[in-house]
């Protein structure tokens, strides 16, 4: 069970998806509704979350001008124009956590007081079911307690790890993109199952249940993923014989050049925002 969190009002600008998994994540881990603010234009969404969450629904601005941390949770194309609305508001001394995919902590510092403490977050969808996975990056006036209070507002979701920024679009690749790779391969999988004569609904409990399995192994054992493959595969098995056509039609290389292409697409979204 998780500690109960402490701390300054945290205002979640941005409702969406993310913004609720965070908010709704805070709570759970012990922090107070009336601790937490939300910014939110849209009226219905702001009803629904003020009853389903018990928090106060406001505007951007007064969201800003009230909370001590704001999470920033909107689509990289919008940050400028959240920022822009908000920096008229925002004063040294606030935290500011960015959780935009490519968006840099340089690009929301420039518009924003000088002395604004900045922190990058790459969060990824199982943060829904509280096992995300979250890399912060510190910005030019950021501390220790800043990171500290990003690590433990994502903490509310799953796991936080440190890392330098310029490792954040390998880290958007890999983790962030990371989720959509798994889909495709449980999707290829069940498609495989249903083509071999298993019914749609037995094909996905066996490939569901094999990938928790599998990754709950890889956690709880710390064994390198060769060490647990090797044990799988018996020598001339079922499983080398899938290998074998898997390392024939270069998936492995495949794997490679996709995440390259993500990092690049990070890099490029960080260069139009810059």
Avoid: W
Wanted: proline share 5%; charged share 25%; hydrophobic share 45%.
């Amino acid at each position: 069970m998780r500690e109960p969190l402490t701390g300054p009002t945290v205002a979640i600008i941005g409702a969406g998806v993310m913004g609720e998994t965070l908010l709704s994540g805070l709570i759970r881990a012990g922090r107070r509704a009336d601790d937490l603010l939300v910014g939110e234009k849209r009226r219905e969404r702001a009803h629904e979350l003020e009853e389903r969450y018990g928090v106060s629904v406001v505007s951007n601005v007064d969201a800003a001008q009230k909370a001590g941390t704001l999470v920033l949770v909107v689509k990289p194309q919008d940050m400028g124009d959240v920022l822009d609305e908000l920096a008229p508001v925002v004063r040294p001394g606030q935290l500011v956590v960015s959780l935009a995919a490519g968006i840099t902590t340089s690009f929301v510092e420039a518009r924003l007081p000088e002395g604004v403490a900045v922190v990058r977050v790459m969060p990824n969808t199982p943060a829904l079911v509280d096992e995300g996975m979250a890399a912060i990056s510190r910005g030019s006036h950021c501390d220790e307690s800043h990171l500290a209070e990003a690590e433990s507002l994502m903490a509310s979701t799953g796991k936080v790890i440190r890392v330098p920024e310029r490792q954040q679009d390998a880290v958007t690749a890999i983790s962030g993109s990371g989720p959509g790779y798994i889909f495709f391969v449980v999707e290829a999988m069940i498609e495989a199952g249903v083509h071999l004569g298993l019914p749609r609904g037995t094909a996905a409990e066996l490939v569901v249940q094999t990938l928790v399995g599998s990754a709950k192994l890889l956690r709880d054992t710390g064994e390198h993923p060769v060490v647990l493959r090797e044990r799988v595969t018996s020598p001339g098995g079922t499983t080398a014989a899938a290998l074998r056509q898997l390392e024939e039609h270069k998936v492995r290389a495949a794997f490679l050049v996709a995440i390259e292409a993500a990092r690049d697409r990070s890099r490029a979204l960080a260069a139009g925002m810059d």
